[in-house]
């Protein structure tokens, strides 16, 4: 029957890429390649591509083990190599899992690799070797096995195949359709016992082929076979594009065509039916009673001498006592740079001096308690680490939390341990995710956003003089607040030093720095105050002098070059950004042309942009504002995105033209 399918999918792909007009059909019998494959240089649909997945087939299925079910992977990938830059695709990581100190794992077995040439007009293949073939322990709980396949180079054809077997039947791992190269033929086959109950979820940018029916199937267990129904799952897609990561998109995992199987519960014959269907409130209790996060909440206060110094009762406001308090602490344990929704024991944290945003959260919440402050813990999955779905709760959704403080008794603010150039509501942008939850005991929790929080703003201006050699000279004077704040402090930490500093700022600029003070760098305060220097010199071409009345620029180029995009458009945050810059005319000089005024929106006014140019006897004065109020824009919203900012950018890089009398 299966035989039978597979021919059927086959002869359904091929009058499908015929239609079109695709010149090679998918192959889906491994250890025979055609010519087709072996002499193919290009893939159609995709010119650029480096390589293509020919075909990628992952059948799963049920077998009883020794005690227990198991889940059976069986993975085929055929890959062409295209370019000598796709060569990478021969080196092959599969992780798997083998906890330490617990008998359930998963184990590999079967692999076989090969790579196909055409030499001298003949196939020529090479088999990998045992010897290239690598295990290793990521962590307490993950393996991963390596290979890399000989002999590969542009025009290779890549096989292997493997087969996984795994302890955990309870979890069926999430497909993915697409790969960061395209993919000709996928298919996704899952064969479930009627004893599970899985809720199936399909998302992605690319259409997928879906059929569900049921089936009888035959199972041995304990050496007796068992007659039951089941479901057969098969999934088909063809002609997938690749799937790029870019700078404009959170998670790229969000957007790939997958299927994710979740278990809602087991009903055995003979035995009471066990759900895995969890509430949030229900999560909320879990979390909660657990030692390494309900117990660390409970934890004392270890800094209470050394806060007692703080003097909190003579300080006014809310903000001023959390900013104290979280001064200390870091004074105290450092961010190990890495992320955690569990916490150590505080004394190996104290020892060490350093511990994960969870571990110094969880002080940080026993000390603002001690200081009467309440606080508790926002649970969340990262923007890299994907979405929280909303239908289905799920723990291992979440990753990490961030202190969501009662500043009054209705309003929250939000701090991090893993903030160092921040402040209060100045997160670490893969923190202000737009689904968090805040875990309030007696089951007052509840959801926040916190996309918006905070205000991240930009305030500059110039004032400078122009001579008649062109020398625009003058000062400017910017006050960074926020996300911007957080920036410029992020600059500077990690320059070599403050002239290194200096060095990249007037490279970026394209100005002479001739003095530079800053006012509040080295405080964890909601803002910079900045004073610059400076010397630029534009272009001169007697008798005339072209400067770019910015001075300093907002955007000089558009980011979104492509012609037409898939994918949505993420900003990291909110922002308002204004200048001002007034310049002085030499004397004997007029203006021959100025830029006209400009002012642009997006069609849900959620994007603004204002340039104005003025003249006032012999002062140039430019305002310039830009506000950006959401975050998420559709692909649909691309065309207008894309003109948006090379209208933007084109304003920015227009002249100011004067002329000698």
């Given amino acids: 029957m299966k035989n039978a399918l597979l021919s059927l999918l086959f002869s359904f792909c091929c009058l499908q890429l015929f239609a079109d007009g695709q010149t090679i059909l998918p192959n889906l019998k491994f250890g025979k390649p055609t010519m087709e494959e072996l002499t193919m240089t290009t893939y159609a649909p995709d010119s650029n591509a480096t390589a293509v997945i020919l075909c990628k087939l992952t059948d799963v299925s049920y077998e009883w083990g020794i005690e227990s079910f198991k889940l059976v992977y069986k993975h085929k990938v055929k890959i062409k190599v295209l370019k000598p830059e796709g060569t990478s695709y021969a080196n092959v990581t599969i992780p798997y899992y083998e906890l330490q100190n617990n008998s359930m794992k998963e184990s590999i077995i079967g692999l076989e690799a090969n790579a196909y040439n055409l030499e001298n007009g003949k196939m020529v293949r090479t088999k990998m070797k045992k010897d290239v073939v690598f295990k290793e322990r990521v962590n307490a709980n993950q393996m991963q096995l390596k290979f890399s396949i000989p002999q590969v180079k542009a025009g290779t054809l890549i096989e292997y195949e493997y087969r996984l077997d795994s302890d955990f039947f309870f979890t069926i791992e999430s497909w993915k359709a697409q790969s960061d190269i395209p993919t000709l033929y996928t298919e996704y086959d899952v064969t479930i016992p009627e004893y599970f109950k899985f809720n199936t979820e399909m998302r992605g940018t690319e259409r997928l082929e879906p059929k569900n029916e049921p089936v009888p199937l035959s199972l041995f267990i304990g050496g007796q076979l068992l007659q039951c129904s089941g479901a057969h799952l098969n999934f088909q897609g063809n002609q997938l594009s690749a799937l790029k990561d870019d ?165 929250l603010v939000y701090l991090d341990g893993s903030v160092k150039n921040g402040y209060i509501n100045v997160l670490p942008p893969v923190l202000m995710t737009d689904r968090a939850r805040v875990i309030i005991p007696d089951n007052q929790s509840q959801w926040v956003d916190l996309t918006a929080i905070g205000n991240n703003l930009l305030r500059s201006v110039v004032r400078a003089d122009i001579s008649q050699e062109g020398a625009i000279t003058g000062m400017r004077e910017t006050i960074y607040a926020g996300q911007y704040a957080s920036l410029l402090r992020d600059k500077f930490r990690t320059a070599k030093d403050s002239a290194d500093f200096v060095r990249e700022f007037a490279s970026k600029e394209n100005i002479q720095v001739k003095n530079l003070r800053m006012e509040g760098r080295e405080l964890f305060s909601p803002q910079i105050h900045e004073f610059v220097g400076f010397e630029k010199q534009s272009t001169v071409n007697d008798p005339f002098i072209y400067i770019n009345p910015l001075v300093f620029l907002h955007v000089s180029d558009s980011p979104f070059k492509q012609s037409e995009r898939k994918l949505p458009v993420e900003f990291p945050y909110a922002e308002q950004l204004a200048l001002t810059v007034n310049l002085t005319i030499p004397e004997g000089y007029v203006i021959d042309e100025k830029p006209e005024n400009l002012q642009i929106q997006t069609s849900d006014q959620k994007i603004f942009c204002r340039y104005t140019i003025t003249q006032q006897g012999n002062q140039i004065i430019l305002r310039y504002f830009f506000r950006l109020q959401k975050l998420l824009f559709l692909h649909t919203d691309y065309p207008e995105l894309q003109h948006f900012w090379e209208l933007m950018a084109k304003k920015n890089n227009e002249m100011l033209v004067l002329k000698k009398l």
């Fill in 247 to 411: 700078s404009h998109v959170w998670c790229l995992d969000d957007y790939c065509t997958q299927v994710n199987l979740e278990l809602l519960g087991i009903d055995f014959p003979g035995a009471l039916y066990k759900t895995f269907t969890q509430s949030w409130e229900q999560i909320d209790e879990s979390l909660l009673k657990d030692t390494d996060f309900g117990s660390r909440l409970k934890m004392s206060n270890p800094f209470k001498e050394e806060m007692a110094t703080l003097h909190l009762e003579q300080m006014k406001g809310a903000d001023e006592k959390i900013s104290a308090i979280y001064t200390l602490l870091k004074n105290k344990v450092r961010w190990n740079e890495k992320y955690s929704l569990y916490g150590k024991a505080p004394k190996q944290i104290l020892k060490e001096g350093t511990g994960s945003n969870a571990d110094i959260n969880f002080i940080f919440i026993s000390m603002l308690k001690d200081a009467g402050i309440p606080a508790y813990p926002a649970v969340m999955s990262r923007r890299s680490m994907g979405i929280i779905p909303y239908s289905h709760p799920s723990i291992q959704k979440l990753n990490t939390f961030v202190v969501a403080i009662a500043q009054t008794d209705t309003t």
